[in-house]
């Protein structure tokens, strides 16, 4: 079994970056002792993942965050949420520096730098709510 600062390669959160790849390319890979994970990567940029999922915080990575209300784990739709509750102006993502990510909280969508959501791969939002629907399928 591989084991990174203690903590098995199998606990890394899922869809994260590979650890020995990362630190390949110039970053850091770090376990907390809350167990939270530490991604640094080759520019110094720094994305925590708690209980498996990116903190993606406002100002270092995310521009805003939106309610949408429920997520439908579908990006066309909830993009288009967000777009209209979102403080933009006009109410459309107009370049492409950003983009949403789904919180992983079913309601949230944050307006995060492109290349960092990228870049520090993850689990998602959607995910969540994909898992959701079909736990919901199935009691039926």
């Given at each position: 079994m591989l084991v990174h600062n203690g903590y098995a390669?199998?606990?890394k959160p899922k869809y994260a970056p590979d650890p020995k790849k990362w630190e390949k390319k110039g970053?850091?890979?770090e376990v907390l002792e809350d167990g939270?994970?530490?991604y640094t990567d080759w520019e110094g940029?720094?994305?925590?993942?708690?209980n498996g999922y990116p903190v993606f915080k406002i100002p270092d990575h995310a521009r805003q965050n939106v309610d949408i209300g429920k997520q439908k784990g579908n990006h066309t739709t909830d993009y288009t949420m967000?777009?209209?509750?979102s403080n933009l102006d006009p109410p459309k993502l107009s370049n492409q520096q950003?983009?949403?990510h789904h919180h992983e909280d079913g309601k949230t969508m944050q307006e995060v730098d492109r290349k960092i959501h990228n870049r520090?791969?993850?689990q998602g939002g959607v995910s969540q709510v994909k898992k959701n629907k079909v736990?919901?399928?199935k009691r039926k």
């Open positions: 390669f199998r606990d970053g850091k890979v939270t994970w530490r940029n720094v994305v925590d993942y708690v967000a777009e209209k509750n950003t983009t949403w520090f791969t993850h736990g919901i399928k």
